[in-house]
């Protein structure tokens, strides 16, 4: 993080903490360090097979590509800005990103937002923000 600004860049994404309190406020434990493993040193085309080897729940439930499916239908042109509330590990970031102009993710877990980030680093049209954003 740059000691200057209250942002981060993984890849192309930019991960705004100006909203962050300083801790997550909800973790699913140790798994979501092996999932941020996964993301940081694993391609996309890997996952299937770990999720396989693995044979763990929130593996699969995170990082299966069918969850995607949800999202698919939706009709969406590159003009559309899309607001991903509660974006979490990514999902759908990545569905979301390739048809629309821009993604911006908002989630409460900077450990989520990082394994959303490293997942979908490729996206250049995407911005992830962590915490609590008061209007």
């Known amino acids: 993080m740059n000691a200057f600004s209250n942002t981060e860049q ?11 309190p300083g801790e997550d ?15 940081k040193n694993y ?19 995170h990082l299966s590509p069918l969850r995607e499916n949800i999202v ?7 003009d559309a800005k899309v607001l991903e509330v509660g974006a979490g590990c ?3 970031t990545g569905s979301l990103a390739k048809k629309a102009g ?13 394994i959303n980030a490293y997942r979908h680093q ?10 609590i954003l008061r209007i």
């Open 72 to 78: 698919d239908w939706v009709p969406m042109d590159k």
């Open 122 to 131: 490729d996206c250049d049209n995407v911005t992830i923000h962590v915490g």
């Open 102 to 114: 821009s993604v911006t993710c908002i989630d409460l877990s900077k450990k989520r937002s990082m």
């Open 25 to 39: 406020l909800y973790c699913d434990g140790a798994v979501e360090d092996e999932l941020l493993d996964i993301v």
């Open 43 to 61: 391609s996309p085309i890997e996952y299937r097979r770990i999720i396989e080897e693995r044979a763990k729940w929130p593996v699969l439930y």
């Open 90 to 92: 990514g999902a759908i």
């Open 10 to 20: 993984i890849g192309k994404i930019v991960l705004d903490y100006k909203y962050y």
